[in-house]
């Protein structure tokens, strides 16, 4: 039997239908609406696809977004006084700088600046300690995308073996850190399953992801996993995002669709769950913050 879409673009449209009904009844009820400042340094295309998307899905949830596009040969004096003001502005509720920056600006010195109460992105030192510990702040985005698709897919992953591929600050470590810890009411996302992060000094990769009920690539590998890797009937939800020949595709062949049980499509399945839980932490942040 082919392998069950989990379909995250219809998923994130359900979210962010719940997000603008809640913005719009604060509205309604005289409190301002969230807002979220992007700050965007120099010309790359992809950040500038991504912020693209970000905004559009800011104003269709009545969410108000601000654009701060800088130049290339921007100092990191003049982006720290930029942050400086955006931490300091009632209006924000959430700041996000589209990474990588430039060469010339320490990427840790601008997110240590982010102010932890408005840093939806949760990649403040503090968040991520909050995260470690199991009593978090803000969700990051494309790891709490991966979550909320297994549980409102009703997967269940409490005592069963998840291999997480790649083990990035952004996808592979906090994921992993979520999906072992016991859920509780303020950490909701903990997944109380047998989590194993592989990385390229796995000596036998296709061994490790056999194993696994719930395999979860966040490599930026086409195609790195073939129907061979996946144990019949194990879920994969794939986070890559690969550009070939001008066409995307994840870290997953196509194929183990033939072997899974259920599968996310890439464009159209973690993608833009990230950008849904990035507005849930921005409507969460005004709340906690404005009432
Ligand atoms: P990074 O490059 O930061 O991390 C990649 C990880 O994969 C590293 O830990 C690396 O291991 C591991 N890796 C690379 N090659 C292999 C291999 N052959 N075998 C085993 N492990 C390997 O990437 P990100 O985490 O930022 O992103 C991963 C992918 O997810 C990309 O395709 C990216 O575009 C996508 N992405 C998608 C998002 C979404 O919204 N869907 C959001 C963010 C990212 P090592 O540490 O040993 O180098």
Redesign the pocket.
Known sequence: MPAIRLDGKALAENLRAEIAAKVASRVAGGQQPPGLAVVLVGDNPASQVYVRNKRKACDQTGIRSWLHHLPADTSQRTLLDLIAELNANPEVHGILVQLPLPHQIDEKAVIDAIDPDVDVDTFHPENVGRLMAGHPRFYPC?PHGCVQILQRNNIPTAGREVVI????N???KPLALMLMQKPTPNNPAGGDAIVTV?????PD?AALTRRADILIP????PR?ITPDMVKPGAVVID????SVGGKLCG?ADERVAEVASAVTPVPGG??PM?IAMLLSNTLQSCERLDG
């Open positions: 494309t591929v790649g083990r990035s952004i996808v592979g592989a990385h390229t000094r796995a990769l966040a490599v930026g590998v790195l986070v890559g995002i690969n870290d973690v993608g990230t």
